[in-house]
């Protein structure tokens, strides 16, 4: 199993390795990154928004919940909501899901592309598949996460809004006040650099399990799988280092 493992990390940055290569056509590189800019962000955008909605929503009913006493202020749920969304939920639990509707987008796409022959085809043409293939998805997915990521720290903290106000918890001035006191211009940061860690894993590992996809369409499902469930596992070990690290 060890072994297996060190073969497979190996081919993991082989493939990385053979990315960074001088674009043959940056044309054709650039035309190709637009496009997954697209389908990565405006494809993942409802999904975004909804989840984020009710992530805010649901934080700020259970933090009135738990916080009983009335020794403490109305404007915490607000703060608690507000880091929250920052440290936590939008970054980790938003890439866990884009793992889920990204990475397994790339692994099937690359994997159909591996089993139909068309990346020998391209090979055979002389053109670097892993550079023309997998990078302009990498990059692509660090551009856009990072925006999904701040667009659903902006809504979750806006659904807690909404929510707090709907439920009679919390009046929309205390939540405003609240969603301003102590604020740290560095837990955005925080927030930024888990995005940016998270995008470049979701994108390289469901690369790597799409490139390197041998068999048929049963395969390409298991790869796909794999990939989402990897991703997953690597964002949670990465969110502890980080927040070990930088916390």
Request: aromatic share 12%; hydrophobic share 50%.
């Amino acid at each position: 199993m060890f072994s297996s493992f060190l073969t497979s990390f190996g081919r993991y940055l082989q493939m990385l390795k053979l990315m960074f290569s001088k674009p043959e056509n940056f044309k054709m590189y650039w035309k190709e990154f637009m496009t997954q800019c697209y389908e990565i962000g405006y494809g993942s955008l409802p999904i975004v928004l909804i989840i984020s909605v009710f992530l805010g929503a649901v934080t700020t009913v259970q933090t009135a919940y738990q916080l009983v006493s009335p020794l403490i202020p109305q404007a915490t749920i607000a703060q608690i909501v507000r880091e929250s969304m920052i440290l936590e939920l939008s970054p980790t639990v938003l890439s866990i899901v884009l793992a889920g509707v990204v990475g397994s987008k790339v692994a099937s796409e690359l994997g159909n592309m591996r089993v139909s022959e068309q990346i020998d085809a391209l090979e055979i043409m002389g053109i670097n598949s892993a550079s023309y293939l997998v990078l302009p998805k990498i990059l692509a997915s660090i551009v856009v996460v990072p925006c999904l990521v701040v667009i659903s720290i902006v809504v979750g903290i806006w659904g807690g809004r909404v929510a707090g106000s709907m439920a009679g918890i919390i009046s929309p001035n205390v939540y405003d006040q609240g969603a301003r006191q102590n604020f740290t211009a560095f837990s955005v940061v925080f927030a930024l650099i888990k995005s940016y860690t998270f995008a470049f894993l979701i994108s390289s590992i469901s690369a790597y399990f799409g490139y390197y996809v041998k068999g048929g369409s049963l395969e390409i499902g298991r790869a796909s799988t794999k990939s989402v469930v990897v991703s997953c596992i690597m964002i949670l070990f990465a969110d502890y280092i980080l927040a070990a690290i930088l916390l």
